[in-house]
């Protein structure tokens, strides 16, 4: 079974950047999608990106086209969420979650998540 763990975050000032890492162990990330998600305090879970199993990526959240850059690292077996020009919107909590189709909006479509890591953007 598929175990994902999430680090990267922590507090950056507006403007700032920031990359999280997708670890995963028990399984190969070559043959499954990942996606990031992430929950700020009192609003749903929503999708922000996702890294395809058979190449290519999808952007679901409109706020974070071209700030953020999802990519994956097969031979490390970890994905990655790249944050520029972050801004204090962008604070929550992020998690990775990993499924075998393709990618999909719905938390539903994954089958495997990690615990998550805390992205604060303040001055």
């Known amino acids: 079974q598929s175990q994902l763990v999430e680090s990267g975050g922590g507090v950056v000032q507006p403007g700032g950047s920031l990359r999280l890492s997708c670890a995963a162990s028990g399984e190969s990330l070559g043959g499954v999608s990942v996606a990031w998600f992430r929950q700020a305090p009192g609003k749903e879970r929503e999708g922000v990106s996702c890294?395809?199993?058979?190449?290519?990526?999808?952007t679901f959240a409109d706020s974070v086209k071209g700030r953020f850059t999802i990519s994956r690292d097969d031979a490390q077996n970890t994905v990655y969420l790249q944050m520029n020009s972050l801004t204090p919107e962008d604070s929550g909590i992020y998690f990775c979650?990993?499924?075998?189709?393709?990618?999909?909006?719905?938390?539903?479509?994954?089958?495997?998540w990690g615990q998550g890591t805390q992205v604060t953007v303040s001055s």
């Open positions: 979650a990993a499924t075998r189709e393709g990618c999909g909006r719905a938390e539903e479509w994954y089958i495997y």
């Open positions: 890294s395809l199993r058979t190449g290519g990526s999808e």
